[in-house]
């Protein structure tokens, strides 16, 4: 693990700054017709930051933060061509002028013999904490570590990695929510051992991955929460109940609903939809996990909530995982599309609109595949801001205006 403080100094920078902003190529507001100005998408901004190349091809789970003095940052891994890798290491890239212009990528963690990668990173008006994994790809997530580390600066430097204890060993750390009451709930996924190891065939494009056949034939995901009521110093452990026969349930989001309930979604692997759970005890107890009616392309979801209550979920509901399920055996990591954005204003129940975000960009290929959004809500800004890797190897930074959820 390195030593000292890691900063922002000039080394690796990875890829080139792209020369396309704005909009993604769309009018202006000012030039658009009566038609173009009632769809949503339209008042989308969608600004590419930057392409990588070797030996940093790579461009994967970007999380957009506001630091505490008003810059936005991009924590995101590359490294390679793919992840789990052993040269996999993060970078971070910064904007003083709320996303117009970003500095060149930057280094900031990497670990000697192993991979490097990020899971959540979240902001307090006294610091940014970012958890951090070292990873071994011959044996893909089996022997994730978990680690801790911390800015004072607005990112610019950043401590010594802390194992995070209690939780060192295959825990991966999600996107932290704070309950109305003030309490941190931190939604995670581990891993199980299979006492006996699984059966089941893996999809024909990963069985020639033997470190991804051994880990998936031999381990169970698992989703829960941890819940901190005195700012992250000590956490209780809670799980959700699922059923063994629903091997890997995890990336999961949560997000508080109007009567102080808690909601969980999770990934499910090979199944072809999100998963749920609900707890009405502030996280305490949840009940067993069981399948929705949202398609699900194997690719992690992000949920969000506004001040007013309405709930946006990015997801990527490919239309083929309903009439054939079978399908995504084969291609859901291949297809990860649509990339959409659904809003509710009813704690879920129903959603009152769907907007494709697939094509906010000009087209890089024949199918973009917009991976791993993350953001933040900015009230102030009347913004959603969000990042995301398009096809594992470029940066895009989209706003959302509240204007576009109608």
Not at 286 to 307: F, G, H, N, Y
Not at 313 to 320: A, E, G, R, T, Y
Request: aromatic share 12%; net charge negative.
């Amino acid at each position: 693990m390195p030593s000292g403080i890691i900063g922002l100094q000039p080394g690796a920078t990875a890829g080139k700054r792209n020369a396309w902003n704005g909009n993604g190529g769309r009018m202006s507001m000012s030039k658009q017709t009566t038609s173009q100005a009632k769809d949503p998408s339209a008042l989308i901004e969608a600004r590419s930051v930057y392409t990588g190349s070797d030996p940093y091809y790579l461009v994967c789970e970007p999380f957009l933060r506001k630091a505490p003095n008003g810059d936005l940052f991009v924590l995101y891994q590359s490294g390679g061509h793919t992840e789990p890798a052993n040269n996999n290491v993060l970078f971070i890239t910064r904007s003083a002028d709320k996303g117009i212009s970003w500095s060149d990528p930057v280094q900031v963690f990497s670990t000697p013999g192993k991979g490097t990668w990020s899971s959540e990173v979240f902001v307090d008006p006294d610091k940014i904490t970012a958890f951090v994994y070292e990873v071994e790809q011959d044996n893909h997530f089996a022997t994730l570590r978990a680690f801790r580390s911390y800015s004072y600066d607005n990112g610019y430097t950043w401590t010594d990695r802390e194992p995070f204890s209690g939780f060192h060993e295959c825990c991966n750390m999600r996107q932290r929510i704070v309950r109305s009451d003030g309490a941190w709930v931190i939604p995670f996924c581990y891993t199980e051992r299979l006492q006996e190891p699984s059966v089941r065939t893996l999809p024909r494009y990963e069985a020639n991955t033997a470190a991804w056949r051994a880990f998936y034939e031999n381990h169970l995901y698992r989703s829960g929460v941890l819940i901190s009521s005195d700012g992250g110093r000590t956490f209780s452990r809670h799980h959700v109940p699922g059923s063994r026969s629903e091997q890997f349930l995890w990336e999961p989001n949560v997000i508080e609903l109007s009567d102080g309930s808690l909601a969980m979604l999770m990934r499910n692997e090979y199944n072809g939809w999100l998963w749920k759970s609900l707890s009405r005890d502030g996280g305490l107890t949840w009940s067993e996990a069981e399948r929705t009616d949202i398609p699900d392309a194997a690719v992690k979801m992000r949920l969000l909530k506004l001040q007013d209550g309405r709930i946006v979920l990015l997801c990527h509901p490919h239309p083929n995982l309903a009439a054939n399920p079978d399908w995504l055996k084969e291609s859901s990591r291949r297809y990860r599309y649509p990339f959409e954005m659904w809003v509710s204003a009813d704690d879920m129940r129903t959603w009152r609109s769907r907007t494709n975000l697939q094509h906010i960009a000009p087209p890089r290929r024949e199918l973009d595949m917009w991976h791993y959004p993350d953001g933040y809500v900015d009230e102030e800004d009347r913004a959603i801001h969000i990042a995301v890797d398009l096809n594992r190897n470029e940066l895009v930074v989209i706003r959302i205006p509240f204007e576009a959820l109608e």
